[in-house]
């Protein structure tokens, strides 16, 4: 299994209209083979450390690197790359896999 955490920061004040567009898009990654769990999350209120308002972390998890390679070249997560280019401040993605 690959693991994947990706930490999404929107310019200022953008998370929300950045995570509406995300959201939109989850039941097109849900149905690609391979696809186990694929989740936004942000902060627990009253978190220390915390990421921050305008940030988001995508949690997923994958069958396997072909999937995630699939995934990656899928239509809509190029659609989606497009639709919420303007919103992007900053992004990293760390692939993984158990130690």
Request: aromatic letters at 6%.
């Amino acid at each position: 299994m690959i693991h994947v955490i990706a930490i999404l920061t929107a310019k200022p004040g953008k998370r929300a209209e950045y995570l509406e567009l995300f959201q939109a898009n989850v039941p097109a990654v849900h149905a690609e083979d391979g696809c186990i769990e694929y989740a936004a999350t942000v902060d627990v209120a009253g978190a220390d450390p915390a990421f921050g308002p305008d940030t988001f972390v995508v949690v997923e998890k994958w069958a396997s690197m072909a999937a995630l390679k699939a995934h990656a070249a899928a239509p809509h997560m190029k659609a989606l790359g497009e639709k919420t280019a303007h919103l992007v401040a900053a992004r990293a993605v760390h692939v993984l896999e158990a130690a």
